[in-house]
């Protein structure tokens, strides 16, 4: 059985950064990409930032880009979210989820995922 278990969420002032990470059970991390996405009440889920595969591409959401880092350590089978100058508009649960394709690229779509963490919550003041 794959588990996702995410941590890290919290509440922080705008320009504030904070870590999130999600360790993966139950199957071979390494081969495949991993993502993250966030989601508000009544909105959409929407993909954050996205990673290949090994150590490989990574790609991220345009409201994000330049401020949020996404790396993983497959020998800690863990997925981290680097979240730097963070933003009210940040607020959010956010999700980590496993991609569906063994020795995948990066997705942004939510169907290219089959497994995902319980979610943690981001409150960002102003």
């Known amino acids: 059985q794959v588990q996702l278990v995410e941590s890290g969420g919290g509440l922080v002032q705008a320009g504030a950064s904070l870590k999130l990470s999600c360790t993966v059970s139950?199957?071979?991390?390494?081969?495949?990409?991993m993502g993250w996405f966030r989601q508000v009440p009544g909105k959409e889920r929407e993909i954050v930032a996205s990673i290949s595969w090994g150590n490989g591409i990574t790609y991220y959401g345009d409201s994000v880009k330049g401020r949020f880092t996404i790396s993983r350590d497959n020998g800690k089978n863990t997925v981290y979210l680097q979240m730097s100058s963070l933003k009210p508009e940040d607020t959010a649960v956010y999700y980590c989820a496993a991609g569906k394709v063994k020795y995948g690229g990066t997705y942004s779509g939510r169907s290219a995922y089959d497994y995902w963490g319980q979610g943690t919550q981001v409150t960002v003041s102003s």
């Open positions: 139950g199957r071979t991390f390494s081969s495949y990409p």
